[in-house]
C-alpha cells in the first residue's frame, strides 16, 4: 500500500482551509481533515484516492 501513497498537495482538487482544526481539504469528496485526504480516503474506503489529477504546470 505504501507504493499507493497519494501527495494529494499535487492534485486539483486539494485545498487549505481557513479552520485550523481541520487544515486541509478535498473539493472533489467535499470534505475538510487534519489528516492529508488521501490518507482519509484510504482509510475509509480501504482503496487508494481514485479522483487524484494532477496541477498542471
Known amino acids: 500500500m505504501e507504493s499507493e ?3 494529494c498537495r499535487k492534485c486539483i482538487h486539494y485545498y487549505v482551509t481557513w ?3 481541520n487544515p ?4 472533489l469528496f467535499g470534505f475538510k481533515s487534519k489528516q492529508m485526504p488521501s490518507e482519509v480516503v484510504r482509510k475509509s474506503s480501504g482503496e487508494s484516492c481514485k479522483g487524484f489529477q494532477p496541477k498542471k504546470k
Open 24 to 27: 486541509m481539504g478535498c473539493r
Open 5 to 7: 501513497r497519494i501527495d
Open 19 to 21: 479552520d485550523p482544526t
